[in-house]
């Protein structure tokens, strides 16, 4: 079920680093951005599976009486990936990077499968891993080993014979089977005394080419150089299923005529998402007006160059503060239109339609399309969510 996602991480990323940083300074590591657009995959139908997989696994993960498709992450059509090595002498995996699950399984059924190596101590539990990607949990054979993902070396992180979580928040993590739960490599670094912030930065650019490989994770701190202006916080949403993720609320206007789109709506943001989805309701209201109409071979809205001039922004209300969403941030960009069937000088727009009306506590997925124009911050020690422009925010590449 889950394929291994080879890509070559730039070296050269990682020496970018300055040799002076403090021992708990925050830790870099570079992701790398791959399109993965199967023939006849709609990105629209793959997300609004994904979003319906996390609305019903809610904590717990999903249960085969849910009726959720099973959804891996590797279906995903923007994967970004980080590359780990474990243990000694290392072996190497390409880590997917998916803050909706803090369960990644990472060499599950791939010619190169997790083996214990010399610091790997087996610690005879058994593991027990359920996402909203996998129908049934999986088990495996525990083991601590050393883990390196980038600056950032962690010793005696637990990891299922072929599983890694990241970490995200509390809820989706996973457990042994006597229940006692894994500690995520956030929460492993942190309780390791490696990290002087609890929390993690998550960067990403617009992509100007499909090779465009751009990403950044900062554990334990932020990466001053990769936003502008002050972070501004808001607490994460109470509101199931949202609050089983990186959930937070907001409030969403469309125009300088601030006509509601979503008013103090629960939602995610989600590294797993390609477009930014939003409940049915709202995205006929969007629709409306924008003019655009559903394309059948993209599955994504299309507009003229006429509309596109008369497309007005988005106005995201989060913590208090409004996050502008352009025109040029609304569409797909247009080099990658080919990528996914489009026309090459056609005009698609990346809100899409969630599937489910509003007021189920997961009315939006804020995914690449949102979070390629704002910087973010998962700050687990003190259960919020920053959000930061960026020298992208108002970029005209798409
Ligand atoms: C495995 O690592 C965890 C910390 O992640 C620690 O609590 C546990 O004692 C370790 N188990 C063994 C058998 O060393
Ligand atoms: C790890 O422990 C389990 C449970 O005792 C055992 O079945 C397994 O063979 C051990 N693995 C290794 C590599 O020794
Ligand atoms: C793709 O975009 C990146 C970032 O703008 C750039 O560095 C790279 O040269 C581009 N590659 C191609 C093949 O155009
Ligand atoms: C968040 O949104 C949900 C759903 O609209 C609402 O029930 C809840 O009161 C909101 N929470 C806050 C703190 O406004
Ligand atoms: C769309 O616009 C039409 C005409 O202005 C209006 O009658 C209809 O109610 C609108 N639908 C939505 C969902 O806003
Ligand atoms: C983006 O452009 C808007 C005007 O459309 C401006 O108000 C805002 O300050 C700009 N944001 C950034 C981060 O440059």
Excluded at 264 to 292: E, H, M, R
Aim: proline share 6%; aromatic share 8%; charged share 15%.
């Amino acid at each position: 079920m889950f394929t291994q996602v080879s890509l070559v991480l730039s070296l050269a990323l990682l020496s970018a680093a300055s040799p002076l940083a403090p021992r708990k300074g925050p830790k870099t590591v570079p992701l790398a951005r791959k399109l993965n657009i199967a023939a006849g995959t709609k990105i629209a139908d793959v997300d609004q599976a994904r979003a319906k997989a996390l609305s019903k696994a809610g904590a717990d993960g999903p249960k085969a009486e849910d009726g959720v498709s099973p959804v891996s992450v590797t279906n995903t059509v923007v994967i970004y990936t980080a590359e780990v090595l474990v243990g000694s002498p290392p072996q190497t995996f390409n880590l997917i990077v998916d803050t909706g699950s803090s369960n990644t399984w990472v060499g599950a059924n791939t010619a190169n499968p997790y083996v214990p190596t010399s610091t790997s101590v087996n610690t005879t539990n058994i593991i027990v891993c359920s996402s909203a990607f996998f129908f049934t949990r999986h088990y495996g054979l525990e083991y601590n080993d050393t883990v390196a993902l980038g600056e950032l070396s962690i010793p005696q992180q637990t990891i299922g014979a072929a599983q890694f979580a990241l970490g995200g928040f509390s809820g989706t993590d996973g457990t042994t089977a006597s229940g006692n739960p894994i500690l995520t490599v956030t929460d492993n670094a942190w309780e390791q005394g490696l990290l002087s912030q609890y929390e993690i930065g998550i960067s990403f650019q617009p992509p100007t080419n499909s090779s465009d490989a751009n990403g950044q994770l900062t554990f334990g701190g932020v990466d001053e150089s990769k936003f502008d202006g002050p972070i501004t916080y808001t607490p994460l949403t109470t509101t199931a299923p949202a609050s089983g993720y990186v959930g937070i609320n907001q409030t969403v206007t469309y125009g300088s005529q601030q006509v509601p789109i979503l008013t103090n709506a629960a939602g995610i943001l989600d590294t797993g998402t390609t477009l930014v989805p939003i409940a049915s309701d709202a995205f006929a209201v969007y629709q409306n007006l924008t003019g655009a109409v559903l394309d059948t071979t993209t599955g994504l809205l299309k507009i003229t160059g006429e509309q596109y001039d008369s497309l007005e922004s988005l106005f995201f209300e989060i913590g208090g503060r409004t996050f502008e969403l352009t025109k040029n941030a609304q569409i797909w960009p247009r080099t990658l239109n080919t990528n996914i069937g489009g026309d090459a000088d056609g005009i698609y727009l990346v809100v899409s339609n969630l599937g489910a009306p509003s007021g189920h506590g997961m009315d939006f997925v804020d995914g690449y399309g949102f979070l390629e124009r704002f910087y973010a911050v998962y700050d687990t020690g003190s259960s919020r969510v920053g959000l930061a422009t960026t020298p992208f925010t108002n970029a005209t590449t798409n």
